[in-house]
């Protein structure tokens, strides 16, 4: 299938800028590129019930949150969505999915808390994945003051936030909590430095690109031999089995798009329910794009209400 038209037009403006792409840029020059971009093509203006910024105790001091109340929540305890920002481990904050929590929150009426984990390279491996596990731990265990309901808690992140709610998913089933009742995979980093034919097919020219991917690889895991660790690359965990329920979404013309696919389907071969939607005609993190492409909202509300689905009511 073509690409849709509105990305190919997006697309052929944003490869004929000038500047330098990212993996040429100091970190601190990429981030403000980025920040840049989202400001561009970003959610805008979305109304919200509630924002409350606040810190978690993690490994290394306190790890800034950002809590968000959808319109008219009410009181009682809620569902709630535990989300991990993407951005390779290198870029992109709790300002840069802003729109993309409120959005998530009002569209599947889901309590949001959204995590700032520690960025590559300052902080490489295990850093951003210590974070995200003591942050969930830390939602579970603070449930009752944050008004969530620890028994509908689930997590979500994309790209490789994603990546970082598979493993999170893992190390809580092999430690026994935090309870998490469901995964929402949005183009999932699941093997880093794999060889699939969707890295090499898209390698060059569609917003995420292999060259960008490799750098961020370098920056998050500069030691090698930790790219076959699952906290790393969950796809490589001997037993998936017992894991929560995911919804993963996929794009077409993403690099990723094979290794989130080998991941869902490793899932649902190991008996765990996994829902796969797949935008043949879209690029890697095209929910980004809520400005330019009517699909991107649509996106994230049909992710957002699978989740709310799968946490169920009380």
């Not at 697309?11 to 561009?40: C, G, H, I, T, Y």
């Not at 957002?304 to 009511?313: E, F, P, Q, R, Y």
Request: hydrophobic residues 45%.
């Amino acid at each position: 299938m073509p690409l849709d038209p509105l990305i190919q037009a997006f697309l052929d403006q944003f490869n004929a800028q000038s500047s330098l792409p990212l993996w040429q840029l100091p970190p601190a020059q990429a981030r403000e590129v980025f920040v840049a971009m989202m400001d561009l093509v970003g959610p805008k203006d979305v109304p919200i019930g509630k924002t409350e910024n606040i810190s978690i105790p993690g490994p290394a001091g306190n790890i800034p949150a950002r809590i968000y109340s959808p319109v008219a929540a009410g009181s009682d305890a809620q569902p709630t969505l535990v989300f991990f920002h993407g951005g390779g481990w290198v870029i992109g904050d709790l300002d840069t999915h802003d729109g993309l929590c409120r959005l998530f929150a009002n569209e599947g009426a889901l309590k949001v808390i959204a995590v700032d984990y520690r960025r590559a390279p300052e902080h490489p491996f295990p850093a951003a994945i210590e974070d995200a596990f003591a942050a969930a731990s830390w939602i579970e265990a603070n449930a009752a003051k944050l008004g969530v309901d620890p028994n509908r808690i689930a997590i979500g992140g994309d790209s490789a936030g994603a990546g970082l709610c598979a493993s999170l998913a893992q190390m809580a089933k092999a430690a026994g909590s935090p309870r998490i009742g469901y995964q929402l995979l949005m183009f999932p980093v699941t093997h880093v430095g794999a060889a699939t034919p969707s890295l090499h097919d898209f390698a060059k020219g569609y917003f995420l690109e292999t060259e960008t991917l490799e750098w961020f690889y370098r920056c998050y895991v500069p030691n090698a031999n930790d790219r076959n660790d699952p906290r790393v690359s969950p796809l490589l965990a001997a037993d998936v089995s017992g894991l929560p329920g995911a919804y993963v979404m996929l794009a077409g013309y993403d690099p990723l798009h094979d290794e989130g696919l080998r991941y869902a389907n490793k899932l649902r071969e190991a008996g765990v329910a996994v829902s796969v939607t797949d935008y043949p005609d879209l690029i890697h993190d095209f929910i980004y794009m809520q400005a330019i492409l009517p699909q991107a909202h649509a996106a994230v509300t049909a992710a957002a209400k699978a989740v709310a689905a799968a946490l169920g009511k009380k």
